[in-house]
């Protein structure tokens, strides 16, 4: 670890088998991040709570996700993957920097009101308090830099203030001011080409979705609008079908569609079908991985408490620090 550029937290809400929304706009970024720093990547139970209407489904979502992201490539033996509930100090550190963080703020953010708009039955304590909760996540493990995409950045922010209100209040620096690094982050648009790809819109793809699902969600493709009949000449630049190729096909064919599709020398089905073929073949082998690892369902949670373990261990550290700087009796 010692070559390494310092240490990465980031957390994902449990949201069960992840799609290509998932894996281009997170999961391939957390596998790359791993070569240059010691990572720790946490499912974010507690998150989840402030607003999820039932729990019926969390153990199976959070392991679905883990066996996805072991299967994508996250390394257990060098980085922690872990579930956020099972370090119960998360919560112990969230409300020691309810204290230094004004509600003023909390119940300005935009993202707190949008929830409340989204959710006005449910304005829960623990929606005000995200920002705190997410903040203790990142500080518990003193964490040196934060993935971010462009419109994460003012959350990151946020949780810098916090960290400085409490080094400040406890004339400490005890907590870790975390770096932001900006991510290029892709817009994953779904197979209607219009509503960023996820599960509440119905518009995703599934990772581990057979090769003949896959191949029938992207026959469902919305292509360019415009092109009405084969004839039709069309524009890739507009066109999510061809987003999509620039990212899973060879150069070579991305290149011919580019020309063929302006001058209708290639119809939508089979650009599709091309499409289909190339993204199975590029998910076969996280496919065969994740069936491996589905065959013992044990080992996946073994995974996550030994990473909860080792979390745990640098999270107790982390405590017994602010609470002399706080000056609690021991
Ligand atoms: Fe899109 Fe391909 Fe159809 Fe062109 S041929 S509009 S790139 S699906």
Redesign the pocket.
């Known amino acids: 670890m010692a070559s390494k550029k310092g240490r990465v937290f980031s957390g994902a809400r449990p949201t069960g088998r992840q799609h290509l929304g998932n894996y281009l706009g997170a999961i391939k970024n957390y596998v790359a991040l791993q070569d240059d720093y010691e990572c720790i990547y946490c499912i974010v139970d507690i998150h989840a709570l402030t607003t999820v209407e039932t729990t019926e489904d969390l153990v199976d979502n959070t392991y679905d996700m883990a066996l996805d992201w072991l299967a994508a490539g996250i390394r257990p033996e060098e980085t922690i993957m872990f579930v956020q509930s099972h370090v119960p100090e998360v919560m112990e550190l969230h409300t020691i920097l309810s204290m230094v963080t004004p509600l003023g703020k909390l119940t300005d953010l935009p993202t707190f009101k949008e929830k409340v708009r989204l959710q006005p039955n449910n304005v829960n304590y623990g929606l005000v308090g995200y920002p705190v909760l997410m903040t203790a996540d990142i500080a518990l493990y003193k964490t040196d830099v934060v993935p971010v995409g462009v419109d994460q950045g003012p959350h990151i922010e946020f949780a810098r203030e916090i960290v400085r209100s409490f080094n400040y209040r406890y004339h400490t620096n005890v907590l870790v001011e975390p770096q932001m690094k900006n991510t290029e982050i892709p817009k994953v648009l779904g197979i209607d080409g219009k509503e960023k790809m996820g599960k509440s819109n119905n518009n995703h793809i599934e990772l581990a979705a057979t090769p003949e699902e896959t191949r029938q969600r992207v026959m469902q493709?919305v292509?360019?609008p415009a092109?009405i009949k084969r004839t039709d000449p069309?524009?890739?630049d507009?066109?999510?079908?061809?987003t999509m190729?620039k990212i899973f096909s060879p150069a070579d064919e991305v290149a011919m569609?580019?020309v063929?599709?302006?001058r209708a020398g290639?119809?939508?089905v089979?650009?599709?079908k091309r499409?289909a073929a190339n993204l199975n073949a590029n998910l076969e082998p996280f496919r065969q991985k994740r069936a491996a690892l589905a065959e013992n369902p044990a080992q996946v949670w073994d995974i996550l408490h030994e990473g909860a373990g080792r979390a745990r261990t640098i999270a107790r550290q982390t405590m017994a620090e602010v609470r002399e700087a706080v000056g609690l009796p021991k």
């Open positions: 493709m292509t360019d092109r069309g524009n890739p507009v066109c999510n079908v061809f190729h569609i580019n063929e599709c302006r290639i119809g939508c089979e650009c599709k499409f």
